[in-house]
């Protein structure tokens, strides 16, 4: 934290156009900061309290202005509640419903950790739920919380430790590993920890912009999260022929399987993901009577939740993934899908705003429906040995089957993470022993071709002698 000694005030500013029409104005070591008030001596007053701390030769903030008393102030004053909520209050307008949860959820492990020492409400799944739903979701702000979820935070009020004490090595290791468990005590997935690690660093982040901390306490913290198993397993991908025993076995399943069985070669063909696929509209295909067609693909439809989006809907429509928001994804797709595609859109028909994939109601298709559709395929098909191996477990796999197939097909990677949309970065960690298959199959083209050079060479050489 950079403190100085060279401040300097200038007059009061009136402002006839702003309903805080009274500005004070200082500048620390050069950066100028500045405070609104509605009545000249509101701002007269702020302004003598700032000069007398200067006059008094306390340093003063260089980022936040203040001096360094009420800096100190401020820390005590400001508890991890109080900062995390006010973190979700500046964050909400800006940030999708899915996101929301997931911030919510993050916070809601992490705050019951950062309270005094020996500290624990008698009653952890309240508290838990109370800061989930209420505490940390801007939307249920409109209405006051329960009378059980209302003694849950008065505690948690009373309890949270103040921002200044979050420095402490020891205090963060607790708040961190309380990330690894579930409110049931058993260990969180890694990627769950990574992910709210992720939210909690963000809160960190704003405490540092406002003045709490010189650097972000977590970045030089000694703590080590549990490892993401970020590659794909090969043993789970299905190869091209099990995948197409699985599609079959869909396409023959009653009710709802026919409808489904596009859609789920889509994921295959395309390497689309299941959002991508239930957002697909007939606008966007590109089907020949013959040959290779193309899919434009523009955005996915994602389950947020209605207590978590603004119109209270529970889907939202999202840009592609890590895209800006009108960005587009040409996919080629082969003839086996085009065929897929053209018989679902003769024998389905297409919903009122185009989409190709609906549930009975036209409505989006819940992941809950298409994965119970995907359980049954596989154990119609799969052998015990499969089912043991963890085959195609999730309908997510057929993407992961798709790129993998790519790959070893020879195509060239920036190829694969194009059609995946992904970057080429992230496709080398995850299909790591499918890239080494690649290069084997490359290694050996390019054998052929060296000896091919060798042999015409001999021959030229031969019939010079």
Known sequence: MAMSY???????RERPDRRKG???????SGREKSESFLTKGLAESRRAKLMTAARDGEPFDTRTGLPGSELRALKQRTTWYVLAREYIEQRWDRTPGNTRRTLADALATIT?????????YRAPRVLRRALYSWAFNKNAWKADPSEEWQAALDWLQRH???????????????????????????????????RKKAA????????????????????????????????????????????????????ALPGRGPHLYAFFGCMYYAAMRPAEVIHLQ??????????????????????????????????????????????????????????????HIRNFGVASD??????????????SAYGITWGRAREAVLTLDEHALGLAKRPYDLRHA????????????????????????????????????????????????????????????????
């Open 6 to 12: 060279k401040v300097r005030f200038w007059e009061i």
């Open 22 to 28: 009274f500005e004070v104005r200082w500048t620390v």
């Open 112 to 120: 019951p950790a950062f309270v005094e020492p020996g500290s624990s």
């Open 160 to 194: 949270s430790l103040p921002v200044g004490e979050l420095d402490d090595p020891d205090v963060l290791r607790r708040g961190l590993d309380a990330l690894c468990r579930k409110v049931d005590g058993t260990a969180a997935a890694a990627k769950t920890v990574k």
């Open 200 to 251: 909690v660093n963000e809160v960190f982040g704003v405490a540092v912009e406002r003045g709490y901390f010189a650097q972000n306490p977590l970045s030089g913290l000694r703590w080590t999260a549990p490892e993401v198993a970020d590659e794909v397993d090969p043993d789970c991908v299905p190869n091209p022929t099990q995948v197409a025993r699985l599609l079959a076995a869909v396409r």
């Open 282 to 343: 007939k606008s966007q295909c590109r089907l020949p009577t013959s040959g290779w067609g193309l899919l434009n693909l523009k955005g996915g439809v994602v389950t947020a939740g209605k207590e978590w989006t603004d119109d209270g809907a529970v889907h939202e429509i999202h840009s592609l993934k890590r895209r800006a928001a009108k960005a587009t994804r040409p996919v080629p797709i082969p003839p086996v899908l085009v065929r897929m595609l053209r018989e």
């Open 354 to 367: 185009g989409r190709l994939f609906r549930n009975a109601e036209g409505n989006y298709i819940d992941a």
């Open 402 to 465: 798709g790129i993998s197939f790519w790959l070893a097909s020879g195509v060239d990677p920036a190829e694969c993470a194009r059609r995946a949309g992904q970057s080429i970065q992230v496709l080398f960690r995850y299909y790591a022993k499918f890239l080494a298959e690649a290069r084997n199959h490359a290694n050996t083209l390019i054998e052929d071709s060296m000896r091919r050079w060798e042999e015409a060479t001999d021959d030229d050489g031969a019939e010079s002698t």
